[in-house]
Structures are given as structure tokens and as C-alpha cells.
């Protein structure tokens, strides 16, 4: 079956700096990428949608400037989290579709101290 | 416009039970409809799906049948384990993006022993 994968797992880092998040179609070719944000107990909330090449399409109230999306290939897609805040604290999860059903990554818990 | 909503949690089971999660559906048409599961500290597994109006989906003992009439699509299990343990979410497309998915607000399932 499909995979994707996310680096890193877990990453901690103080208030302040820059975090980078990949999200990787491991065996197919994702035209489209998906970045959703989880709180505890609560569902996904979509932060935006990436296609590949092109800009990021960012979901109501989603600061652009603060989450950077970049589609470079087929096959990678990176969210950064610039100047983090606790309040940016968060599962962040990501979702890689070649059509028509999503698949998605294992998610990248972030702590900002 | 196009919204999923489950039944609250968290639901607690004793081994062997018969499980079920409410989800209802509203749509302008008849959407595919989704079940996913989020086992701890993991991302989102599709569980099944349905296609059409009447169709069961199944998978590991999960069934849920997509019903039109009831906009419905509640997940039944009949003798759940300690390894279903995990978080459920209904999803059915939505929004303008191409691959985009609604979620409902998640269910937690516990299963004792």
C-alpha cells in the first residue's frame, strides 16, 4: 500500500526559532499534499493544500507567513513553522493523495518551550 | 455546507462488546463516505470506505453501511479487543480542493480487558 512518512517524529525547540517538517510519498508520486493540525481530543483541522509546483492553498484563519508550505517534487512536501510560539505546540499531521484517496503520514508532535 | 458530525465520546468497552459510533452526513449529493482510525501516537489509517447509497464497507471486523434515507454511516463492531483502542473519525469529501476531507470531531474508543 501507499506510504508516507514524516520527519521528524518529535522535535522540541524554544521560543522563537524556525522547525521544518517533511512529509514524504515513500512509493507514489502525490500530486496533491495536505497539511492538518490536531489538538488534543479534537479532530483535524486542514491548514492548507499543496500541490505540487505551485503555491500552497491556505484554509481560513491559517497565517501563511507563519506556516510555510513548499511542494518541491512529486514526492516532498515541507511545513515550517517560523518564529514558534507555545501556543504552536501541536500534532501536526500530513496527507499525500494521487488521486483520489488521501494517505496519510504518522505525524509530527511539536513542543515549543 | 457539507459537514460530518459523530457521536461524542469517549466510549469505554469491556473486551467482546458490540461497538457503535454514530456518524451522520449532510451533503448536497451522495458523497463517499469514510471511516478512519488513529491508533495512539500514530496518524490516520483509512478503515473503510463507501462508495455509494447501500453499500457496507468492512474491514477487520468494522462494518458500516452507507444509508441515504437516514444520512448515516455508524460503525458497528460486533465483539471489539483491547487493540481497537484507538480514536475513530468519519470523514466524507469536502470543499473545493480535489482530495479534501471533512472530518467529524473524532471518537475515542477504550477497550478494557
Known amino acids: 500500500g501507499a506510504v508516507v512518512s514524516q520527519h521528524p517524529s518529535r522535535v522540541i525547540c524554544k521560543s522563537g526559532t524556525s522547525v521544518k517538517i517533511e512529509c514524504r510519498s515513500l512509493?507514489?508520486?502525490?500530486?496533491?499534499m495536505f497539511w492538518y493540525r490536531q489538538f488534543p481530543k479534537k479532530s483535524l483541522m486542514l491548514m492548507a493544500t499543496?500541490?505540487?509546483?505551485?503555491?500552497?492553498?491556505?484554509e481560513q484563519g491559517v497565517e501563511k507567513d507563519k506556516f510555510l508550505i513548499n511542494h518541491a517534487s512529486l514526492t516532498l512536501s515541507t511545513l515550517t513553522v517560523t518564529s514558534a510560539h507555545p501556543e504552536d505546540s501541536s500534532f501536526y499531521i500530513c496527507s499525500a493523495s494521487s488521486g483520489y484517496e488521501q494517505y496519510f503520514g504518522p505525524g509530527t508532535r511539536l513542543t515549543v518551550t | 455546507g457539507d459537514s460530518v458530525t459523530q457521536m461524542e465520546g469517549p466510549v469505554t468497552l469491556s473486551e467482546e462488546a458490540f461497538l457503535t459510533i454514530n456518524c451522520t452526513y449532510t451533503?448536497?449529493?451522495?458523497?463517499?463516505l469514510f471511516w478512519y482510525v488513529q491508533y495512539p501516537g500514530e496518524g490516520l489509517q483509512l478503515l473503510l470506505k463507501a462508495t455509494k447509497a447501500d453499500d457496507k464497507g468492512s474491514n477487520k471486523g468494522f462494518e458500516a453501511t452507507y444509508r441515504k434515507e437516514t444520512t448515516s454511516f455508524h460503525l458497528e463492531k460486533g465483539s471489539v479487543q483491547v487493540s481497537d483502542s484507538a480514536v475513530y473519525f468519519c470523514a466524507q469529501p469536502g470543499g473545493t480542493s480535489y482530495g479534501k476531507l471533512t472530518f467529524g470531531q473524532g471518537t475515542i474508543l477504550t477497550v478494557h480487558p
Open positions: 451533503a448536497t449529493g451522495y458523497p463517499s
Open positions: 512509493d507514489f508520486q502525490a500530486t496533491t
Open positions: 499543496s500541490n505540487e509546483g505551485s503555491k500552497a492553498t491556505y
